[in-house]
């Protein structure tokens, strides 16, 4: 793509927007439709990597590299914490615990101003030399999301992704047959959180600094919209959703001053089109014509 787009380097810079977009998108799906957890603070676990990168190469002078490896453990530890509470609750309760905390993780971001620098953020967070580049950056950016999103694929066609189907379908039947489902829960909530910890340090990265907006309510609403624009059904909803929605927000944006009343109302009516979400509506599409020529044949 970017040899395709040489002559608008902004294009690049889309691309990988669009990309981390789908890691955050894939991350929150992986407990969301699987697990059926529903989350409204996955940004907080965003905000966590993309912050921790930016300490580890301005406090501590670790190597871009390593900074970048780093910072999702710090999510997951974020994760740890934050599930461990979260996961003995579900339905609402486990949905506005998760925003509590959410709220929390913010609000010492946007306060504590020696250490996060306040509401001004942190500045001077460009990756290393080798990465100035757009184009070098954008292909790291698509090896790891890439890489990111066939791990938890290959995770939630393993035992431990049938058992997180099996706790969503019935917690009771689960307990009876041996499986810890508090336990298992509380793992996916850690693994989720170091995916979109490494969104955060990418998106950190490629922005050269972070703010608070990316810790906001609005940043995880954002992610919902993205997996049931998609179809939270449909492995591939969060990366068709993902993809959408940035490229409208970019668009619309970019064309008129009321963007966001014309984003709400363009979000509505695929909503309206498509409930099952995108993905899920072709998915369907294509089921019932193969239905369709199993009885003609």
Not at 16 to 29: G, Q
Not at 76 to 101: E, H, K, N, P, Q
Not at 200 to 220: Q, R, W
Not at 226 to 231: A, F, I, N, P, Q
Request: hydrophobic letters at 55%.
């Amino acid at each position: 793509m970017p040899a395709l787009t040489a002559q608008s380097p902004y294009v690049t810079v889309l691309l990988i927007d669009l990309l981390v977009a789908v890691l955050f998108a894939a991350s929150l799906h992986f407990i969301m439709g699987p697990a059926g957890m529903h989350s409204f603070g996955h940004a907080a676990y965003f905000g966590l990597g993309a912050y921790g990168a930016a300490l580890l190469v301005r406090s501590l002078n670790m190597p871009m590299e390593v900074a970048l490896f780093v910072a999702p453990a710090l999510a997951a530890l974020g994760a740890f914490v934050y599930g461990w509470f979260c996961v003995r609750l579900s339905g609402v309760y486990l949905a506005m615990l998760t925003l509590a905390f959410a709220q929390i993780t913010w609000a010492i971001c946007y306060q504590w101003d020696v250490f996060t620098g306040g509401s001004n953020g942190l500045t001077g967070v460009w990756p290393a030399g080798w990465l100035a580049d757009k184009r070098m950056y954008y292909y790291l950016t698509l090896a790891l999301v890439v890489g990111g999103v066939l791990l938890m694929h290959r995770m939630l066609y393993s035992p431990f992704g049938y058992a997180m189907r099996a706790a969503r379908d019935s917690v009771l039947r689960s307990d009876a047959i041996g499986i810890n489902v508090k336990r298992m829960q509380w793992v996916a909530f850690v693994m989720a959180g170091s995916f979109v910890g490494l969104a955060g340090a990418l998106y950190a990265f490629s922005k050269g600094s972070i703010s608070p907006e990316s810790l906001h309510v609005s940043k995880s609403i954002d992610g919902l919209v993205m997996v049931l624009l998609g179809g939270v059904q449909t492995l591939l909803g969060p990366v068709v959703g993902a993809v959408t929605f940035t490229w409208l927000h970019d668009t619309v944006a970019r064309n008129t001053d009321y963007w966001r009343a014309m984003l709400g109302a363009i979000i509505l009516m695929l909503v309206l089109l498509f409930p099952q979400g995108i993905a899920g509506f072709v998915k369907q599409l294509v089921s019932n014509r193969r239905d369709a020529m199993e009885v003609k044949l």
